[in-house]
């Protein structure tokens, strides 16, 4: 059974639900209205159907909010600008329209039902590990979308990840790969350590003034200062509109013009326990209804009947509990059995594509209106999110062109809207520090400010969206040109800097000393930490080179002493044996499935460009290829007589 096989994948599982953010759930769509659509302009064609530029656009706006949600403050609006990322983004595309093309060859086709059972399982539709309606419901309503045409996506999404996955996961991975790898990461080696820690040196070692000035002498380009800038700049947001108050009369009409906003949909929760078809219909019905007589006999009796009895293992396990759930969330007959049924009874058999399900009612919520007073505040505020909303968009426009058209200065928005101007020093092209400021002054924001129009002209940036409904304008004041640091400026860091390489050149040396004596046997007194149990995929917090030093010493050398220099000082290393651990079939599967993972990847690669090539997908517009179409030109001028 499907619901079955879902639920013993959780690691496919778990990648189906990223198509709520990953990229190529934003194209889904496009080719279902392709037809309709002119091929004038066309930049590309997949199996001689078109892809228009403002296809194109549309992938790129939605790709683009994907990204402002998955990099947060990173995010910057001209991420996509890149010509690699425009080649990349069309290519998503071409991949996206050849496995369309693709699972209709196969006639790969997942019914409505599938998909529905896996949006349950999306994280952002759950509350306490259960589906949970409301959340859906919301959003839909946040993104636009209808139950639908988001299950038709999912559908769509989830038959070509079939394809994919076909390849990801039959990847085939060399036994004596999986075993090399497995033993290089479980390999177990007995190490004791005598460290000599570098603050015990730190005092005994001299750096003068001298000293410190050759170095900045002899590395002058270590102290190069690039370009500085101070920064004004003001943030445009919808906060700045937050401070109307609705009158009372605002409040009713809200109130009255939004009912199903304050009205919670009837809900239902039940339980079942399923019987499935594996034994044949008919016996399946005839223990269904054997159970049924039992359970209404004592329906105290259902959740311990469920746990034994019903194949959905999943809500077995809770006594058969689905929890509440709207309409349009189970399969029809399930649904209208629960939805006419009271509550405490138990209904069935219930025929569905799954078996035949008891059903136990165990809880109605009806649908109830909240009272105005109950719901006031709630309302105040939604109505100033609303005007703050609709002012902000009133003015963005205006904002955007007063930076523009006044572009010497910011002091006419600053005026008009009332803005606090804030101030930032020596800022470079890497932007402020701290992470609040530069996620409003952004990359882009920044190569803006060292652009010409900002740094030579002395213009206003233009208005640049950092986050949604939120616009910042800049300007510089103050420029300082790239730079050697004066000594005196650097004058400390410097003295710090070789009195802690001085200092573990000195560790280094007696840890040498001390190597040498023991192994000649000169020394016999030196003492090691009590040994330990170590391995790459137990490191135990220690330093990364330490660990891969006395790894790489072979096994029939052991017994060993090495020394090993890390940034706390020089270690020396008494190994003393190697375990290995012979590595049983499920290791080695999980092993080759890890080793099936990595290489899946490339050869995922390589199937979607024999899938491209299949389904005769072409660039027609040069600008769209890596390299802006250079080599194509180049090409053209070479063949030319």
């Known amino acids: 059974m499907l619901l079955e096989l879902f639920r013993n994948h959780k690691r496919w599982l778990m990648f189906i639900a990223m198509v709520l953010v990953i990229p190529s759930f934003v194209v889904t769509g496009i080719y279902s209205y392709n037809r309709m659509i002119s091929d004038d302009g066309a930049i590309a064609k997949v199996d001689d159907v078109s892809i228009l530029p403002q296809q194109f656009d549309e992938a790129k706006r939605q790709r683009l909010e994907n990204l402002r949600v ?3 403050e990173e995010f910057r609006s001209n991420i996509l600008d890149s010509q690699e990322a425009k080649a990349a983004l069309l290519e998503a595309i071409m991949n996206e329209r050849s496995l369309v093309g693709e699972t209709s060859l196969e006639n790969i086709h997942l019914s409505d039902q599938v998909a529905i059972e896996m949006i349950k399982t999306f994280p952002r539709f759950q509350t306490d590990g259960k589906f949970d309606a409301e959340k859906y419901s919301n959003y839909l309503a946040a993104t636009g979308m209808s139950d639908e045409y988001f299950v038709q996506m999912i559908r769509g999404e989830l038959s070509r990840n079939l394809l994919t996955e076909g390849i990801t996961r039959t990847t085939l991975v060399p036994q004596t790969a999986s075993r090399g790898i497995y033993q290089l990461l479980t390999e177990k080696r007995e190490a004791a350590l005598h460290n000599l820690n570098i603050t015990d040196y730190m005092s005994k070692v001299k750096v003068s ?3 410190a000035r050759k170095y900045w002498t002899d590395n002058q380009k270590q102290f190069q200062r690039p370009d500085a800038i101070n920064v004004e700049y003001v943030v445009f947001s919808p906060e700045l509109f937050r401070n109307v108050e609705p009158s009372e009369e605002d409040i009713k009409t809200f109130y009255e013009q939004n009912p199903n906003r304050f009205r919670a949909p009837e809900q239902r929760r039940a339980s079942h326990i399923l019987i499935d078809l594996s034994g044949g219909k008919d016996k399946a019905k005839a223990k269904a209804e054997e159970i049924l007589k039992k359970v209404q006999a004592d329906p105290k009796s259902f959740a311990e009947v469920a746990k034994k009895e019903s194949a959905d293992t999943g809500s077995a396990i809770e006594g058969g509990d689905l929890g509440w759930f709207g309409k349009g969330m189970m399969v029809p007959a399930f649904e209208d059995a629960v939805f006419k049924g009271k509550e405490g009874e138990i209904v069935g058999p219930v025929e569905s594509e799954f078996g035949y399900h008891i059903i136990q009612i165990t809880g109605i919520k009806a649908t109830a209106a909240k ?25 963005a426009d205006n904002f955007t062109n007063m930076v523009y058209e006044q572009s010497e200065s910011l002091k006419g928005v600053i005026e008009k809207y009332h803005l606090k101007p804030m101030t930032l020093n020596n800022v470079t092209i890497d932007g402020p520090a701290d992470p609040a400021q530069k996620k409003l002054l952004n990359q882009h924001v920044m190569e803006s400010l060292f652009g010409d129009e900002c740094l030579v002209e002395k213009r206003n940036s233009q208005a640049i969206e950092v986050a949604p409904n939120t616009l910042v ?3 510089v004041t103050a420029y300082q040109p790239a730079h050697i640091a004066k000594f005196e400026e650097v004058r400390a860091d410097i003295l710090s800097m070789l009195t802690t390489e001085r200092a573990l050149d000195a560790a280094e040396a007696d840890g040498e000393k001390l190597l040498a004596g023991i192994k000649d046997g000169t020394l016999k007194d030196v003492k090691f930490d009590k040994p330990v149990m170590i391995s790459r995929s137990q490191p135990l917090g220690w330093d990364f080179n330490l660990i891969n030093s006395l790894m790489r010493v072979p096994a029939k050398s052991l017994p060993a002493y090495i020394g090993v220099r890390t940034t706390t000082g020089y270690t020396l290393v008494h190994i003393t044996k190697s375990e290995t651990v012979e590595p049983d079939a499920s290791a080695l599967e999980g092993t080759r499935n890890e080793l099936a993972g990595m290489f899946g990847q490339s050869e995922e690669l390589i199937y979607l460009d024999g899938l491209r090539a299949k389904h005769q997908a072409v660039v027609l517009n040069p600008e769209y290829l890596p390299d802006g179409g250079k080599s194509q030109a180049q090409n053209q001028e070479q063949a030319k007589p």
Do not use: C
């Open 70 to 72: 998955r990099l947060g």
């Open 209 to 211: 003034d001298e000293d």
């Open 371 to 395: 009272p105005l007073a109950e719901v006031r505040d709630e309302i105040i505020k939604l109505y100033q999110d609303q005007e703050s909303q609709k002012r902000f968009a009133e003015e």
């Open 473 to 475: 304008s800049a300007r």
